[in-house]
Structures are given as C-alpha cells and as structure tokens.
C-alpha cells in the first residue's frame, strides 16, 4: 500500500514535537516503513529450511537500499534461491556464514557477523561490514536471520585502512577454524608453530609420540592444511605466537 507524502510529513512532525511513544499503532507503521527506506544500509531477511543443506537458502525479503545495491528485485532474488548468495558473495570470502553456522551452537537470538565482499549485478565488488540475529527457529534449529550489511568500501579509501580490514577479515575466518580444535590440539599447535618436533611435544606435554602425532595430523586435517609449515602461519595470523 503507497504512503501520500503528506501522511509521512504529519508523522515526522510528530515525531519531532512528542516523540515515537505518542504515535499510534498506525503512524508507527509508516513511520518504521519510512525509515527502512531512508538508511543507508542493506537489512534483508535470509531463510534455510534445512541448515545442513545450504541449497534450501533462500532471500525472504530485502529493504529497498539492499534491493538497489544488489541490483535484483525481491522478486528476483527469491527466485534465484540458494544461487544468489553464491553468485553474490566473493568466493574467498563464502564461507563466512557457513562456517559460523557450523561451529556455533546457535539459538534464538544469537548475532554472529564479519566482513566480506559482495558482488552486485553489475560484477562490481565491495566490502560490506555485517551482523546477522537467528530470529525464528525449526525443530530447534535456526531458521530464519535477520542481516544488516553496510558498505564500507566507499568510507575507507587509503591502502593502511583496507589492508587492516583485510587482516580483520582474515582473523575472523581463522578464530572460527580455531573453534574447531580441543583445547589439547590448541596446545599442540601452539608447540609445532614453534617449529617443535613430536618428539619434543609428547615430551612437554606428557603425552605418548603417538598421541603427539594423532593431534598433528588432526590438526591438519581440521584447519585443512597439507603442510606443517602452513599451521605456522595460521598460528601467527590468529595471534598464538
């Protein structure tokens, strides 16, 4: 339903005189319809059926700033389904969300968030600042996300400050990985990033040769890394050295 231009100006000007507790159920209404319109920020609302199974992903709703930055109707968008977050979010950055739906516990309220680059329709990427609320479950598990997205590569416009994002970005990704280890792999990794061997770690830790080496190869195999070196550098980037 259109809101006439007059409707919003006797709103606002109450607003101004008495404040939102003296509006009616009514102008709250159009006040709150005013404001989704006005800020510049992309709100939409994200709905998995099955959160094991990010194919049943699909947009809800959008406000009208994330409709025009992301170059599709609400229309569109729905119809794309699950494709539309693959297509739209940068590949280095994708499994921002998943991984903290899979490593958080999360219930009702929950907000977990980061940084990642979007791509609208036009191909063109940007980096957009968001924070995510489960605001409805299914069978106990989060179903519905409220999403609220801000770009900010138009605000940051020396190398210092994107590269220091970047980096903000990275340690996110890597502390959400690092959920994934027990507190007793943690220690070991700490050890090997300090270039110790097996050997030298059973025997810090007081743990058999074996043991030292399972924790090892788990390691690896949780961070997704082939190479020992490379758990040195996820070490230093998560800030452990």
């Known amino acids: 339903m259109a809101i006439e231009i ?9 607003v101004g005189r008495e404040g939102t507790y003296e509006l009616t159920p009514e102008e709250e209404s159009v006040f709150h319809r005013e404001i989704l319109d006005k800020v510049k920020v992309n709100i939409y609302i994200n709905q998995i059926d099955d959160i094991s199974d990010f194919t049943t992903a699909r947009m809800v709703w959008m406000n009208k700033d994330c409709q025009e930055s992301m170059g599709y109707s609400l229309e569109e968008a729905r119809a794309k389904g699950h494709r539309l977050f693959l297509e739209n979010i940068h590949q280095d950055d994708s499994k921002v969300t998943t991984d903290a739906i899979d490593h958080h516990n999360l219930q009702m309220g929950d907000v977990f968030g980061g940084l990642a680059r979007f791509i609208n329709r036009n191909h063109e990427s940007k980096w957009y600042l968001g924070k995510t609320v489960v605001i409805s479950m299914k069978e106990g598990k989060p179903w519905q996300f409220l999403n609220i997205s801000m770009n900010i590569s138009d605000e940051f416009h020396s190398h210092d400050q994107l590269m220091e994002l970047q980096r903000e970005n990275l ?14 792999e943690k220690a070991v990794l700490v050890l090997i990033a300090k270039g110790q061997t097996d050997h030298e770690i059973s025997s810090q830790l007081m743990i058999s040769r074996n043991t030292a080496r399972t924790h090892h190869k788990n390691i690896l195999v949780k961070l997704k890394k082939h190479k020992t070196a490379e758990l040195a550098v996820f070490a230093s980037e998560c800030g452990l050295l």
Not at 6 to 14: A, G, P
């Open 6 to 14: 007059n409707e919003i100006t006797s709103v606002m000007k109450k």
């Open 171 to 184: 340690r996110l990704k890597n502390n959400l990985k690092l959920q994934r280890l027990t507190k007793k």
